[in-house]
Each structure stands twice: as structure tokens, then as C-alpha cells.
């Protein structure tokens, strides 16, 4: 087996609570490791290098979303990114833009998800007050159950957010994220909100009509989610009303 | 320091804990929960296979009822669960899975008319009924006689999660998040809320309640390897632990799932070998049939887990740079299947791997996976020392799974315990005043403070992260998949040992506020504990139940240890803790100790398991050939549940029948 690499990691660093901390990058150098991806990485520089380095990790294996940054200037996943991925090495690490920073890579993405959910009403409103649980179920087409389980695969990373321009001039504007879910509903047979509901809610410059269309969504959403072709679903819907 | 009152306090925001959230907002109390991270990011949404629920919509599952579940989930057990629970438990599966529909759960639906699907390894044809299409369809899992586990696609958690998650919002309960709950405040008699640390600003909370849900998942970061997320560390049995007074349930029962990617230890859902998928060795043999002719790859975890393990040290392993493994082929599915039932399957295989699961092999073995242990609890989820403590879903001993789980009763555990357990949470909210002793809450607040203090301004040189990897590789290399007297010994001795190092832990980040060090402090002190008492559990449990294997006691012993092994720590210097045991009573079983379908009958009997068996066959005989099933169970062993969850569930073969028998009275 061929010698080890070498991998340097060049780290934003900053503790917004820490009076006169400024931010900086700081550098640092580990061993790699076969199949070592930045979780890995990131941990061991922790356990055994500095142990004030902050980021957030939760299933470790590409499904909860919490561990979004911005990797050699690409917003991704860190905890399914190998190292192996950089030839040269050199992995430079920086927190989401366009989230509240907690200190150094992690930022709190939770806020943000939990504000848009309350904003935009991000939740069933079903068509009956029919509310037996003893009874046989309401039958939905099986194609119609796939088509939902496609556009509800959004993990909240917060990627799309970080990616877009029209986000990083214009705080309110709702993003691919809410986007997405508002069209999820849509689509859902069960829900009784109509077209003119949603227009109400996503039909201006903070909604469906605010999109610059650049699609860094479509390009960074670690799970593939089809975002232009729903944003364009959701205009031509919009535009309608 | 600042307290926050509320009726119900619920610490975890998994599904367990956001259902129990919202059974309580909806009977008008004050409801708030904490959570570590954001909710909808806990590691219910890791679940990828589904949820048991006899519906019975499909063809393999025809015929299927919730006694049919039951006898899965007790056999499954090893005869080590709670049978009461387990009714309760299977009764209400149904109403969950449909409640979540409702939710906006997009489950799986049954297509009507023929479909090719894989059984052992070959393509067969079935037939779904016209009148089934468009129900929630289900899939074959391990150990289970019908085809019971509804799922979308294989991130079955994922929208089970989303969907309670909205719901809990829609509902505006509050989730405190990235607070970390660090003690329990009681009286020895009741407990009357937690103390807790935000994780932002280092400032300390007490949240005070009129009842306190533990609901933190399981405890499976105490192994090196893991299917768990990082945040599954068994925080919320500690906090049981050092009330001194609360127990802890047959912690020593702790699950290996068979197949988890290698080397890293993430999961690969088990409805790979539900949809057909097959284990091989390093010769490309599928070895499975050999062990277990009857049930081969659909045997149950423990089972496949065990007889992987005793192929691999035969030499049949495949030889990596972290030691052998076996292959799962999902090869025979076929691109359309892997891409729409099994994507995460897929995007995990490229993503950890680099192969593509339709053209290669997965490199897999058995890892870490679940806690059967955990608060003990009664069947209302109350624990029988505190009143006012309640536990839910993996956090639990609630005991519906015994000494192993079946899967898809893990999910579905989370929801229908929730949806349970809610109940006579709400009720007792309902019931009881919301008691304040300042003193006792600046007593323990008090306490976290100085431990915090001694942290910070200590002169400790123990390094809390070299101290957890410690522990981690003592469970994994002694309290594994086979144990015996000798290596469990070694384990409680150095296991303890580090405990006692854990006193003496120094910090070399001195920040009050987001310090990921003395994060790691605060919980490698509790961690610690609850490995000491697996370990001690596992020592003393001389025989083999479910997925506790001892080698040197290979034999299911009934007449000695058809029970619950409980434990508490009712010394906080002691660096043991106390052990107890709670006899099962097989007098009161609908379903006395049998043999489970796997390899030789070895058990010994319990001396009351043939007078019951007589006595079930006499009451039998009794009601006759003409009672109904609801009749003969009501008969064997009733059961409690909240009145609203009483009614039977309706299948859609109920509506078949009733529809012929209108359209015959015409």
C-alpha cells in the first residue's frame, strides 16, 4: 500500500459570543485514512487537535441534513463527502451563508426551517373532518403516493437557501426549500388549500415570482430534488390565478 | 437561574416524543419539548424500512390480524416482553398507520393485479385484489408470518417524522432546541422536571412540569461501531440512573442489525432481504439456507446476525483492511426496484462505497443497532418508582420487544407508544397540580453548576474523548453479538475502572458557552454508567434469550430467568450499580414459552409453562368453537387501553364480506 496522504485543512473559525473574537481561517494537517470523509476528519481534528472546533453531525450517513457546509466553495453534505474527492488535498471548510452562525461551521438551520414551516403553513390541511382511525383508510392512487414520496425527500439541509442569489439579496424571499414543500401540498389530493390559497402565500416577490431562476437549488440539492421543474409548475400555477 | 413552567415537559423530539407532544396539546395542556438538535433531524428519520401494521391490504399479508402480530412480536422476544404491552401494542398499529395518512404520510399503495416480486431468490407472480388498489401496501420483513411493514419507499422514518413534526407545528408546540437535558429534579417520589443546558450559550434552565417524558433513544453510541446516529448516547438513561430511585430494564439486551455497510457502520435497511435480497460469503455462496432452512435471510435479527458471525469465523469472511465481512446481494432486484424502493440503499452504496448496488455486492456485517433496554416503565409508560416520569419509544423499557426486536416494530413502537403512552400522559396531567419546591430546584440546579464549575476550573487530566473511544472498543470487543463469563468480567472491571478515571476529567477549552469538550465531559460521566450496566446485566444473565448470546450458557433458561433484570444507582459514588430482578408471570401469558423456529429447542422450562398451556387449552375448550377471536383473547388475558383506541380495527376484507352479504340480501 502506498504511503499515506497528507490532507490540510484550512477551517473558518469564529465565536460570535467570544467578545473581540474576529473571524479567521486557521489551518490544519491529518493523516488520511481509507474512505475518511470530512466527518471523520472533522472529528478526529477535534478529538485530537482542537478541541473547541465546532460543526454538527447527527446520522452521519447522508439523511438528516444537519451537517451542510460549504466545501473548496461548494455547499454540500460533509458527512458523505470523501476526502479522497480532492486530489491536491487541500480542503478548505466554511460555514452556510445565509443562516444565523453559531460558531465556526455550525449554523442554526433549525430556526430558519421551523420559522418558513410557521410562515408558510407547511403542513397538511386535509379535505374532511373524517378523522376514524378504526376504519379502512382512503384509497390514493399508487402513482400519486410515488409522486409525493419524490418531492418530500428534502432533508431541510439548507443548501438550496445557501446557494441562491435571490436569498442573499432579499432575506425574505422563501427559497427552493419552501418552494418545494409548498409544492409537495399542492400535489397532495389531501389537502384542501387551492391554487388561490397558496398565491396568497407564495404569489409575489418573496414567493414563486422572486426566483432569478439561476438554479444553484437545482445544482447543490444533495438529493437530486427536480426544484426548476417545480418552481416552473408553481408559476405556471401562480401566473393562472 | 431561569425556570420555565408547563404541564407537559417532553425531553427527546423523535417520534416518540413529538407524539406524546401532541397528545398532550390536543387535551388543552401546556406542552413543551427539548431537543439536542432540530427535530426533524433526530434518528427517527434514519428508519428506512417501514412500520408493522396488521392491515392486511395485500396478498401476502391476507389474512392477517393483530393476533397474528402479537405472536410475531412474543416470539420474537424470546418470551421476554411485556404480553400486555404487546397487545396494546398490536391493536393500535393499525390505528397509527392510518392516523398518519392522515397526517401526510404518502405511504407505499397497492397496485392491483399481477406484480413480479423476489421470494428465495426467485421471481414470482402475485395478484393484488381490484379491491385492494390504492390501500396501504406492506412489505416482508424478518421474522414476521405475514408481509405486515408499511413503508414509502425506504425513508419510511423520513416521512413518518415530516409528518409529526408538521403536525406538532401546526399545533404550535414549542421545541426548545440545542438544549441538553442534564438531570432530573425529584423527591424521590415524583419528579417534577429536568435541568437543562442550551448548548449555544452554556446558560443553565429548569423547566418545571407536571410530568417529564423522557423520550432520547436508544444508547447505542456506547459501541465503537454503531447503525446510530451520534446523538443516540443513552442520556436519557442516565438521567433515570442518577436519580438513584428510577430503574432501568434489561439494559443487556442490546441488538445487532446484520447489515450495516463496512467499515462505517450505516445501516442497510432489512427490506433488502424482505424485497429479495441474499447474504454470501467470500466464495459467492449464499449461506443463509444452511443455518436456517425455513427462514434463511428472513430469520430474525438476532438469528441472521449470530449465523453471519459463525460463518465469518469459519473462515467464509471476506478479508478487508478492517477485518471480514460478508456481501448482501440486491443484484436479482433490478434497476427499477433499487431505484424506487431502496434509493437510499443506493445513494448510501455510491455515496460510503462507490458502487452501484444494482451491478455489485455490498460489503456488509452485523453492527450495533438497537436498545430493547431502558427506563423501566408500567404499561402506561410511568416509571413504577417516579411518579410523574414517563418514557417512551427506544429510551424505554416499555417492553414490548423483550430480549430482541422485530423490524418495523421499532418505528411503528414510536408512534403507537406515543399515541399510548400520550393518553395517560395527558391524563395524568389532567389529574395532578403542578408542584413547585424552589429549594429543591436551585438544590439540583446547584448541583450542575458546581460539576460544571469543576469542569472548567479543575486540575483533571482525564481527556473525555480518549475515555469514551475507551469504553466504546471495551462493548464492542467484550459485550458484542457472543459473550461469555470471562470477557464480560474484563469488561465490568475496566469499564468501572474508567468510571472511576471519568472523576478526574480536565478540560483544555475553557469557554462557559458552546465548548463541544465539555459537552463531551458532561456525557461520557453518564455514558459510562449506563455501559457499567449493561455490562453488569449481561454478566449475571447466565443464558442465552433472544439477542443476548452467551457462549459459556447456550441454553434459553426459563426456570431460572424468565425475567426483567432491573437496575438503579442508588449510591452516585458507587461504582456499581444495584441489580434486581422481576419475574414474568407465566400464569397470566396469552402466549406461555414455546419454541421460537430457530435452530435446536434447547430451552428449559419454567415450571409454570405446561400448567398454563393446560390451563389456555381448557378456556379454549370452554368458549367453544363458536367464539370469535376477540372473545378467546378477551378470554386468555385482557388488557387495558385508553378507551378511545378501544374500538376493533376494520380490514378491507371486513368490506369485501359485508358488501357480499348486502348485495345477497338483494
Excluded at chain 2, 434514519?46 to 405472536?71: R, V
Excluded at chain 2, 445487532?256 to 447474504?279: K, M, S, Y
Excluded at chain 2, 385508553?642 to 357480499?660: C, S
Aim: hydrophobic share 35%; charged share 25%.
Amino acid at each position: 500500500m502506498s504511503q499515506a496522504r497528507t490532507l490540510t485543512f484550512s477551517i473558518f473559525r469564529y465565536d460570535p459570543q467570544e467578545p473581540g473574537d474576529k473571524p479567521k481561517m486557521v489551518t490544519y494537517s491529518l493523516t488520511e485514512a481509507p474512505g475518511m470523509t470530512v466527518f471523520i476528519a472533522l472529528n478526529q481534528l477535534r478529538e485530537t487537535q482542537d478541541p473547541s472546533l465546532q460543526f454538527d453531525f447527527v446520522c452521519r450517513a447522508g439523511i438528516c441534513g444537519s451537517c451542510a457546509m460549504v466545501i473548496n466553495g461548494f455547499p454540500t453534505l460533509a458527512c458523505r463527502t470523501l476526502t479522497a474527492n480532492y486530489p491536491d488535498g487541500h480542503i478548505k471548510l466554511m460555514p452556510l451563508p445565509g443562516f444565523e452562525l453559531i460558531g465556526d461551521l455550525s449554523v442554526n438551520t433549525g430556526k430558519f426551517m421551523r420559522e418558513l414551516s410557521e410562515r408558510l403553513a407547511l403542513w397538511l390541511h386535509p379535505n374532511s373532518a373524517d378523522n376514524d382511525i378504526h376504519s379502512i383508510e382512503t384509497p390514493m392512487s399508487p402513482e400519486e403516493a410515488t409522486k409525493l414520496y419524490e418531492l418530500e425527500r428534502c432533508v431541510e439541509c439548507g443548501v438550496c437557501v445557501s446557494a441562491c442569489a435571490t436569498k442573499q439579496m432579499r432575506d425574505t424571499f422563501v427559497g427552493a426549500v419552501g418552494l418545494m414543500k409548498i409544492a409537495r401540498f399542492e400535489l397532495d389530493s389531501r389537502d384542501t388549500r387551492t391554487a388561490d390559497d397558496f398565491y396568497h402565500v407564495i404569489g409575489n416577490q418573496d414567493g414563486v415570482f422572486g426566483c432569478m431562476t439561476l438554479l444553484g437549488c437545482q445544482d447543490t440539492c444533495p438529493k437530486d430534488l427536480p426544484h426548476m421543474k417545480q418552481i416552473a409548475y408553481l408559476r405556471r400555477k401562480m401566473a393562472a390565478v | 437561574m431561569k425556570i420555565i413552567y408547563t404541564d407537559t415537559l417532553v425531553v427527546g423530539a423523535g417520534l416518540a416524543g413529538l407524539r406524546v407532544a401532541i397528545a398532550s396539546k390536543e387535551r388543552g395542556l401546556d406542552t413543551l419539548v427539548l431537543s439536542l438538535i432540530p427535530a426533524k433531524r433526530s434518528h427517527s428519520v434514519a428508519a428506512q424500512g417501514g412500520m408493522q401494521a396488521s392491515l392486511a391490504n395485500t396478498i401476502k399479508g391476507a389474512g392477517d390480524d393483530e393476533d397474528i402480530h402479537f405472536q410475531d412480536t412474543v416470539k420474537g422476544s424470546d418470551w421476554g416482553c411485556d404480553q400486555d404491552v404487546a397487545r396494546m401494542f398490536a391493536h393500535c398499529a393499525p390505528k397509527a398507520v392510518r392516523e398518519l395518512a392522515q397526517w401526510g404520510v404518502p405511504w407505499t399503495r397497492v397496485t392491483k393485479g399481477d406484480r413480479q416480486v423476489i421470494v428465495n431468490a426467485e421471481k414470482v407472480t402475485i395478484t393484488e385484489a381490484e379491491a385492494a388498489h390504492g390501500l396501504i401496501n406492506a412489505r416482508d420483513f424478518g421474522g414476521t408470518k405475514k408481509w405486515r411493514t408499511c413503508y414509502t419507499a425506504d425513508g419510511a422514518g423520513h416521512s413518518l417524522l415530516y409528518a409529526v413534526d408538521n403536525k406538532a407545528i401546526s399545533l404550535g408546540i414549542p421545541v426548545h432546541e440545542r438544549m441538553e437535558a442534564l438531570s432530573l429534579i425529584h423527591d424521590g417520589e415524583r419528579c417534577h422536571g429536568v435541568i437543562a443546558r442550551c448548548l449555544i450559550t452554556g446558560e443553565l434552565r429548569a423547566y418545571i412540569a407536571k410530568s417529564t417524558t423522557i423520550a432520547t433513544g436508544g444508547y447505542g453510541r456506547i459501541y465503537s461501531v454503531s447503525t446510530n446516529a451520534v446523538i443516540c448516547e443513552g442520556i436519557g438513561q442516565a438521567l433515570a440512573l442518577d436519580t438513584g430511585v428510577a430503574t432501568l430494564g434489561n439494559m443487556e439486551a442490546v441488538q445487532f442489525h446484520p447489515t450495516a455497510i463496512v467499515p462505517v457502520g450505516i445501516l442497510t435497511t432489512e427490506g433488502c432481504r424482505g424485497d429479495g435480497g441474499v447474504l454470501r460469503d467470500k466464495d459467492g455462496y449464499r449461506f443463509m439456507p444452511d443455518y436456517e432452512p425455513e427462514k434463511k435471510e428472513l430469520a430474525s435479527r438476532d438469528v441472521v446476525s449470530r449465523r453471519m458471525t459463525e460463518h465469518m469465523r469459519k473462515g467464509k469472511g471476506v478479508n478487508s483492511p478492517y477485518g471480514p465481512h460478508l456481501w448482501l446481494d440486491i443484484t436479482l432486484l433490478g434497476q427499477k426496484h433499487i431505484d424506487t424502493n431502496l434509493r437510499e440503499v443506493k445513494e448510501i452504496c455510491e455515496n460510503f462505497l462507490g458502487i452501484d448496488p444494482v451491478k455489485n455486492w455490498i460489503p456488509v456485517r452485523p453492527t450495533q443497532h438497537y436498545s430493547m433496554g431502558g427506563i423501566r416503565t408500567k404499561a402506561n409508560g410511568e416509571s413504577p418508582q417516579l411518579s410523574g416520569l414517563f418514557s417512551v419509544g427506544e429510551a424505554a423499557c416499555w417492553d414490548m420487544h423483550g430480549f430482541n426486536r422485530l423490524g418495523g416494530n421499532s418505528l411503528a413502537e414510536t408512534v403507537v407508544g406515543g399515541m399510548i403512552i400520550g393518553k395517560y400522559v395527558a391524563d395524568f396531567g389532567e389529574q395532578n397540580n403542578l408542584v413547585v419546591d424552589t429549594d429543591l430546584i436551585a438544590q439540583f440546579g446547584k448541583q450542575l453548576q458546581t460539576e460544571v464549575d469543576q469542569l472548567i476550573e479543575g486540575e483533571g487530566t482525564e481527556d473525555p474523548f480518549k475515555l469514551k473511544a475507551a469504553m466504546q472498543k471495551i462493548m464492542m470487543d467484550y459485550v458484542g453479538i457472543f459473550r461469555n463469563g470471562p470477557e464480560l468480567e474484563l469488561a465490568v472491571n475496566q469499564l468501572t475502572e474508567l468510571l472511576d478515571r471519568s472523576k478526574n476529567l480536565g478540560l483544555k477549552c475553557k469557554k462557559r458557552h458552546a465548548n463541544p469538550e465539555l459537552v463531551e465531559a458532561l456525557r461520557v460521566k453518564r455514558m459510562l454508567k449506563v455501559a457499567v450496566t449493561v455490562a453488569c446485566g449481561a454478566l449475571a444473565r447466565t443464558e442465552s434469550r433472544g439477542a443476548h448470546s452467551r457462549e459459556d450458557f447456550p441454553q434459553r433458561n426459563d426456570q431460572d430467568w424468565l425475567n426483567r433484570t432491573l437496575t438503579s444507582w442508588p449510591d452516585a459514588n458507587s461504582l456499581r450499580p444495584e441489580m434486581s430482578y422481576e419475574a414474568l408471570d407465566v400464569m397470566r401469558m396469552e402466549l406461555p414459552p414455546g419454541y421460537r423456529g430457530y435452530g435446536v429447542d434447547n430451552a428449559i422450562a419454567h415450571p409454570d409453562t405446561q400448567k398454563r398451556q393446560q390451563q389456555v387449552e381448557a378456556i379454549l375448550a370452554e368458549l367453544g368453537d363458536d367464539a370469535d377471536r376477540y372473545a378467546k383473547q378477551a378470554a386468555l388475558m385482557p388488557f387495558e387501553l385508553p378507551e378511545e383506541y378501544q374500538p376493533r380495527n376494520q380490514r378491507f376484507t371486513d368490506t369485501l364480506a359485508k358488501t357480499d352479504a348486502e348485495s345477497g340480501e338483494k
